[in-house]
Structure formats: C-alpha cells, structure tokens
C-alpha cells in the first residue's frame, strides 16, 4: 500500500492496470486547484506520465485544437462553461474520446443526462478518489464505470421518471429565450408540429400549468438557468 501527497492511499495496483497507466496522457478538468494537485499526485505516484491541468474549461477547449489526450476527466460543474457543452466539444473534436465525469451532483436527471451523452465512467466527488485508478483502467480497456452510489441511485431505482430528451432540453432553452415554435423549428430544422409535440411533453414531464411555470420549474430542475435565460433574451434584442 502506498501513501502520496495529500494523504492519499492507494491499494497495489494489478500489472494490467500498470501496463494500461504507464503511457496514458490525461487531461483533468476541475475550478478547484486543491482536486487538481491531488488528482496530479495520485497519476504521478500510479505511473501515469502525462497529466496536464486545467482551472477553466475554456484553457481545455483551446488545448483540444493542438491535441488530444487518452482520458477526460471532467467536473460538469465549471463555472465558465456547461458541462454537458463541454461533453459535446470534446467528443466533436475526438469522436472516440474517453470521458470520466466526476461530480458532487448526484440528482437523478442530471446522471441520466450524463448517461444518454455516452460518457465512459461517473464517478461521484464523495466517492474514495482512489477508485479513479479503476474507473480510468477500466475505460481504457473499452468498458464503462460508474461508482456505487451512481448505481445505487439509476439502477436501484424502481421509480420510473420521464425526464427531458436531449431534443426537449434544446425546445425549452429555445422557449426561456423567448422564440416562438416557428422560430424554434427553423433554427432546429424540424417541423412546427414537431416543436410543439415536444412542447406538450415538456409541460407534462415537469408538470407545469402555463409557461411561466414551466420555466420556474426548468429552473428549479436545473435544466436551464437565470443567467442564460436572461443572455439569450437580451442577445435576442440586441437583433
């Protein structure tokens, strides 16, 4: 067993494991540089030569036009970018990018978004960070990994809740910035009937009474927020 900076203790590692980590090149995404230098030291002490930081996802996005690396690992919580945008600029540039999420955010709607965006592994910020070694050996041999309490609270679940599609998600930013459903179709490319059957959905799913409504309760969700409500109105404007 052995100990690093920040007192972190990691279990021996396997030899395949070491064979997977000793070439690796990952990048690690986090606005916290405490999580940063412990994630660091953890790589370093497991054999993995190649970790490059990053405070801002912005300094990511610039890095990804000069190069690419083995693993993601990603806070969705950033506070200079969406998470799940960030998702989509990764996997734009790198198609077969290999994405591990790690979160303090354990609501059921906001990992069942992370599931249906195809990331490799989730792994929760309350989970023991050591298992990170798994999850990243794990999603270089081409499987997924998701902590216990992940799994606990998707598939222990029997409750079934309707949440939002991608598609729905993409109509309701449309609709808090003020487009109506011809507008919306257009920039989509789809039909009015279309945006309007997913209109309907989407008052149902969330059980909203009007649009104001609606709104509020996306909010509450966290499926669209204040700030970006109100820069899309003021962008919308500004035309």
């Not at 067993?1 to 064979?19: C, D, H, R, V, W």
């Not at 990053?54 to 506070?79: K, N, Q, S, W």
């Not at 109506?180 to 789809?190: D, G, P, R, V, Y």
């Not at 059957?197 to 909203?208: E, I, Y």
Request: charged content about 25%.
């Amino acid at each position: 067993m052995q100990i690093f900076k920040y007192g972190i203790t990691l279990s021996p590692m396997n030899e395949a494991q070491k064979y997977l980590l000793q070439d690796m090149s990952v990048a690690v995404v986090d606005d916290h540089a405490l999580i940063l230098e412990g994630f660091k030291s953890l790589m370093q002490g497991c054999g993995v030569k190649h970790v490059e930081t990053f405070i801002r996802a912005t300094d990511l996005a610039e890095a990804l036009v000069h190069r690419d690396f083995d693993v993601y690992v990603i806070d969705i919580g950033m506070p200079d970018m969406d998470g799940f945008a960030l998702i989509d600029l990764i996997r734009s540039a790198y198609p077969d990018a290999r994405i591990i999420v790690n979160t303090i955010h354990e609501e059921i709607w906001l990992l069942r978004r992370l599931l249906d965006k195809g990331v490799n592994a989730i792994m929760f910020k309350s989970t023991d960070f050591t298992q990170m070694v798994d999850a990243m050996t794990t999603v270089m041999g081409g499987g997924q990994y998701f902590c216990s309490g992940l799994k606990k609270k998707i598939f222990g679940s029997k409750a079934h809740v309707d949440y939002p599609s991608e598609r729905e998600i993409d109509i309701l930013k449309a609709l808090a910035g003020g487009y109506t459903s011809k507008e919306i179709a257009s920039m989509l490319f789809i039909s009015e009937n279309t945006v309007e059957t997913h209109r309907k959905r989407l008052f149902v799913k969330l059980g909203a009474r009007n649009m104001a409504d609606l709104i509020v309760k996306a909010i509450a969700c966290g499926y669209i927020s204040a700030p970006e409500i109100m820069k899309d109105r003021e962008a919308r404007q500004g035309d």
